[in-house]
T-cell receptor, first 112, second 110 residues
């Protein structure tokens, strides 16, 4: 089945630790994205990548880092510099508009 | 980036049609109008998109105003499984950057 796989679904970390969220797609899409969603809120763009070895900051990139070494993979690292890391994180991929965007099922990160 | 305005929430009775409005008065001539929906604790899923003409697919219909400053997503017969947050988004052609607002939370009453 083609799609986007995020793992794990739930993740718990202690404050001050870096944590990496996985995102893999087998849709052969060039573009990949990371969004953050807080309870009752819309999606906010963290980083996006249009092509391998290139990525751009979104609206809330501070405290996060990404890499895009392979077309299929776009991992997100939540660093200790992120002040409020507890959130629902969504990975997505797409072809250029007007094509649709496909989302993973999300990773719920809780930092205690 | 062009903005969209949607009501925060709407209610509908099961098996009745639902019309979800979206205002986008600053839309440019080449922006596509996309709709996505997000079920609880899941990632958003694509619903429909259009440019100028009305569009239909198996999930919904999209009615676009003649001046393109507004659009309406139409669910022909709402079911309990349609309860979700619906997002209206404007996408310039060839762009990769999608900007999601807070959407409309649809509640379907049995």
């Amino acid at each position: 089945d083609g799609g986007i796989t995020q793992s794990p679904k739930y993740l718990f970390r202690k404050e001050g630790q870096n944590v990496t969220l996985s995102c893999e797609q087998n849709l052969n899409h060039d573009a990949m994205y990371w969004y953050r969603q807080d309870p009752g809120q819309g999606l906010r763009l963290i980083y996006y990548s249009q092509i391998v070895n290139d990525f751009q900051k979104g609206d809330i990139a501070e405290g996060y880092s990404v890499s895009r070494e392979k077309k299929e993979s776009f991992p997100l690292t939540v660093t200790s510099a992120q002040k409020n890391p507890t959130a629902f994180y969504l990975c997505a991929s797409s072809i250029p508009s007007p094509g649709s965007t496909f989302f993973g099922q999300g990773t719920r990160l809780t930092v205690v | 980036d062009a903005k969209t305005t949607q009501p925060n929430s709407m209610e509908s009775n099961e098996e009745e049609p639902v019309h979800l409005p979206c205002n986008h008065s600053t839309i440019s001539g080449t922006d596509y109008i996309h709709w996505y929906r997000q079920l609880p604790s899941q990632g958003p899923e694509y619903v429909i998109h259009g440019l100028t003409s009305n569009v239909n697919n198996r999930m919904a219909s999209l009615a676009i105003a003649e001046d393109r400053k507004s659009s309406t997503l139409i669910l022909h017969r709402a079911t309990l499984r349609d309860a979700a947050v619906y997002y209206c988004i404007l996408i310039p052609p060839g762009t990769y950057k999608y900007i999601f607002g807070t959407g409309t939370r649809l509640k379907v009453l049995a």
